[in-house]
């Protein structure tokens, strides 16, 4: 991820709930990503963020 300086944690949104989760991606990485089907958000949090506040495929999201 160009000029980032820390990891992110990804979480994948579709119809309210989470339904893919990506930790730990390096600063440095620079591939791409793709949920593995259509979503309506993706949500970039601090790396750890996801076992810090135990996140799981299925929880609900609300804006």
């Known amino acids: ?31 791409v990503l793709r949920a593995s089907f259509d979503v309506d958000y993706v949500l970039e949090i601090n790396s750890g963020s996801v076992d810090e506040f135990n996140f799981k495929v299925g929880d609900a999201v609300s804006f």
């Open 1 to 31: 991820m160009k000029d980032m300086k820390f990891g992110l944690d990804l979480l994948w949104i579709s119809e309210g709930k989470i339904v893919q989760i990506e930790k730990n991606i390096k600063s440095d990485f620079l591939g």
